[in-house]
């Protein structure tokens, strides 16, 4: 942008997905300032904007036309939007109750996971970050350290990672936790009927849609 020229919000986000896509670090900065300057709300710049950049990325990996190494600099490019947008976030008052989240096992994916705990948290949940790649006596060993969990939410992004879903659901059972949490799921390869199959309470299929499921799953609207 330049100078004082005013920006609409449209050409803002466009300017951020575009950043996203081409990697290019400053101009993410660039956009996200101003979206903070205009008054544009966090929350829709990080999913007009930076999310539907991921998005195209993911596009053009699947049709080959990028690789491995333009995914890795696209998604350190969103990073440094979402440092700049994430404390813009409007916060509710009363905390809905904790979340306790984490990319399962042998799952390395966690943009999307990142994504749904900054929505969360901007929606007054307490969100327990467990990372990626999070075996399920993790998830296990922290409701029992912290005593109470409300929602154990858990992403895969692979057909190979998601039955990992289902290890937590049975570990949960084991040790007598199942009936004190409400499960929660999602990421690209996972669907309601795979919900239902492994017996977990909700799905949902992108980060906005995450926390109306969150707040239903804990009884508020
Ligand atoms: C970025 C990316 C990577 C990055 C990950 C960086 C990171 N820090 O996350 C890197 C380069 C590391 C990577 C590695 C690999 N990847 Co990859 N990767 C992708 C890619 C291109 C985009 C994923 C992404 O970030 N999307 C953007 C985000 C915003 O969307 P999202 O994750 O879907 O999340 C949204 C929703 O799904 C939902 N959501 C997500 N989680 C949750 C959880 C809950 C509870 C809820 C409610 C909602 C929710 O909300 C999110 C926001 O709206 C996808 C292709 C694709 N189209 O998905 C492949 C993809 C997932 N990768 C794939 C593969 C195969 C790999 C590798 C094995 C590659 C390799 N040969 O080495 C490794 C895996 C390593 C491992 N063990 O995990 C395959 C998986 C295929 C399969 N079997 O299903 C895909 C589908 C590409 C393909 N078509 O081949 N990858």
Known sequence: MKGDMKMSK?????QLSHAVFDGDD??????????IKEGIDATEAIIEGLAAGMTKVG?????????????????????????ILEPHLSKDIASPGTVLMGTVISDVHDIGKNIVIIMLSASGFKVIDLGKDVPPEAFVNKIKEVGKV?????SALMTTSMMGMQ???EALKKEGL???????????PVS????????????????VEGVRVAKRLVGVQ
């Open 59 to 83: 596009e053009y990996y699947e049709k080959q036309k990028y690789f491995l190494p333009e995914v890795i600099i696209s998604a350190e490019t969103f990073k440094q939007g979402i440092k």
């Open 178 to 188: 199942r009936d004190k949490v409400k499960i929660m799921v999602g990421g690209a």
């Open 26 to 35: 400053d101009l993410v900065v660039e956009a996200a300032e101003a979206a």
């Open 10 to 14: 449209e050409a803002i986000f466009k």
């Open 167 to 169: 290890d937590v659901v």
């Open 192 to 207: 309601q009927r795979f919900t239902d199959d492994i017996g977990a309470d909700g799905y949902a299929g992108d980060a």
């Open 150 to 154: 409300d929602i154990v939410a858990m």
